[in-house]
């Protein structure tokens, strides 16, 4: 356990379990970044896997297990990722991506952690080191992370590296993690110096992927430009809403409260699905058949807000 300057009585606390025999503590007087405590740790462990796992996570049971066995599935796997839910069991990591202008994202990122996408364990060209399994041979003779790097990126460029070594990066879902996602104070302060540098190395190399996976699963996606420049992700999805089925049958049977119930999943199960506008009509309407027309009128505006922020993407420099 590699403690990075925590000055919130963390040290004491993993001292006393080095004493129990839990544990062995590797303590550093200040924050030394991600990167060369990783390696810390990683350099003190024994086995033939390390798992990077940070420290703002919660794991579920065989989470472990599910990792090793994906692992021992083939021997090209250099590293193995799961599936990293937020508390609201919305999706925070099912594979990282490229897009056509080679800049990188969670691909499926918000999407509910029961739809289909996000259920397939598969390959990938990055996976994130907030939870990742990697083979410690591999791991060494590639250098282990490049210190260069700043709290970002660096598990980018050592996924790139395996991958150009001939590994394979596989996304397993059969591991969950709960992230809580940039907890740490400066997390961001160095972005910019990390993006420059991963490109300076990699843009050559890097293959815009993103549209093969929504290929795969039945989904296109459009960007838009907010007001505001920000960039809006539209998906016309293909893929079963079983929450919304399972709603319309409750309302048809006149089982509203329930009926109510499922369709806020529903609303949930893809947040950028073009059929959310009709999801939350149906919705509404079910509210005022309820009776609870404050709610229904809510849910209706903030719909519309949501169309009328969406227009056809153009060129701008805003999209990082």
Not at 26 to 54: D, H, P, T
Not at 87 to 111: C, E, S, W
Not at 147 to 171: A, H, M, P, T, W
Request: aromatic letters at 10%; hydrophobic letters at 35%.
């Amino acid at each position: 356990m590699v403690d990075n300057g925590s000055t919130d009585g963390t040290p004491d606390y993993l001292r006393e379990q080095e004493s129990a025999g839990h544990l062995t503590a590797i303590l550093n007087q200040e924050n030394l970044g991600f990167a060369k405590a990783s390696n810390q740790g990683g350099r003190a462990a024994a086995g033939e896997f390390l798992v990077f796992l940070n420290n703002d996570t919660e794991v579920t049971g065989g989470w472990l297990q599910e990792l090793c066995r994906c692992a021992g599935l083939d021997d090209r796997i250099g590293a193995v990722g799961a599936k990293l839910l937020y508390p609201d069991d919305t999706v925070q990591h099912a594979g990282v991506v490229f897009n056509h202008k080679k800049m990188i994202y969670h691909i499926y990122r918000y999407l509910h952690k029961d739809h289909p996408a996000v259920n397939k364990e598969r390959e990938f060209q990055v996976l994130t080191a907030a939870c990742l399994l990697v083979k410690k041979e591999a791991f060494f003779s590639l250098g282990a992370f490049d210190e260069e790097f700043q709290n970002g990126f660096e598990d980018v460029d050592l996924c790139l590296k395996l991958k150009q070594s001939g590994y394979r990066l596989i996304y397993t879902p059969r591991a969950q993690v709960y992230h809580l996602e940039s907890q740490s104070k400066g997390r961001f302060d160095h972005d910019q110096e990390n993006a420059h540098l991963l490109s300076k190395r990699w843009l050559d190399v890097i293959c815009a992927d993103d549209q093969t996976y929504f290929g795969q699963d039945g989904i296109v996606a459009t960007t838009s430009l907010a007001p505001d420049g920000s960039i809006r992700t539209v998906m016309q999805d293909s893929n079963d809403n079983f929450f919304w089925r399972q709603a319309r049958r409750l309302a048809a049977a006149g089982r509203g409260p329930e009926a109510g119930n499922y369709y806020l999943e529903a609303l949930r199960f893809n947040p950028f699905d073009t059929r959310l506008p009709i999801i939350s009509d149906e919705l509404a309407g079910l509210l005022e058949d309820l009776g609870k027309f404050q709610e229904a009128a809510s849910l209706r505006k903030e719909v519309s807000q949501f169309l009328q922020n969406s227009r056809p993407v153009v060129e701008t420099n805003k999209e990082r």
